[in-house]
């Protein structure tokens, strides 16, 4: 701790001033937890300070709060990646680029009955049926990503379901990763997480564990 900063703490005892405190720093109690862990007899050694004083000065420093020593910043891990070929990083590349719209059925958003998912329209005066431009796009084969790229996950990985320890063994670390399945409870999801770690297997659905 900093003289004036050990000063300023310590003058708040009654019976402390500056000069005494400046003695106490000089005689090697530089913070209060050094005061605290000072029997009475050591202290009272110091000059300007008797053994009554002592006291209360253990007794005071008692009352406050120990100090908070300053954490170690927690390390930070490089996030695993998959070993990909120049072919599949292209892939990779193209697919990200590529910006695929957003195929959904015709008027999704006036009836509550009809569903997102994409059907081909087929009535004869349909605008989107015919492609016009101001209407969404069409399902076509241009919209297709890369081959070496499809069923990839966005990071490069292979996704592989996992729903107990044993599934990890079939895992290859270098190009796969898991992903818990959605029916797996608290208990063995942190099992397989775990595992995992060790393994060197990344987790995709990891959450908050």
């Not at 530089?30 to 008797?50: M, P």
């Not at 053994?51 to 954490?71: G, H, V």
Request: proline share 6%; net charge positive; aromatic share 6%.
């Amino acid at each position: 701790m900093e003289k004036e900063k050990f000063v300023e703490e310590i003058t708040k005892i009654p019976g402390i001033g500056k000069v005494k405190a400046e003695a106490l720093f000089n005689a090697g109690y530089d913070s209060i937890d050094k005061i605290r862990e000072a029997s009475i007899e050591d202290l009272a050694k110091v000059k300007g300070i008797g053994e009554n004083l002592a006291k209360k000065i253990k007794e005071e420093i008692e009352k406050l709060k120990p100090e908070e020593k300053p954490k170690k910043p927690e390390e930070v891990k490089p996030k695993k990646k998959p070993k990909l070929s120049e072919e599949v990083k292209r892939a990779l590349e193209l697919k990200k680029e590529k910006k695929i719209p957003e195929f959904r059925r015709q008027e999704w958003f006036r009836y509550k009955r009809l569903g997102e998912s994409w059907r081909r329209p087929k009535g004869l005066h349909s605008k989107y049926r015919r492609n016009l431009k101001y209407r969404p796009k069409l399902v076509r084969i241009g919209f297709r990503t890369p081959k070496a790229a499809r069923g990839l996950h966005p990071s490069g990985f292979e996704e592989v379901l996992v729903y107990n320890v044993k599934d990890l063994e079939k895992i290859d670390p270098d190009r796969q990763a898991a992903r818990i399945g959605r029916t797996v409870g608290t208990r063995k999801r942190m099992e397989i997480i775990s595992k995992a770690d060790e393994l060197g297997i990344k987790i995709l659905n990891r959450g908050g564990a």
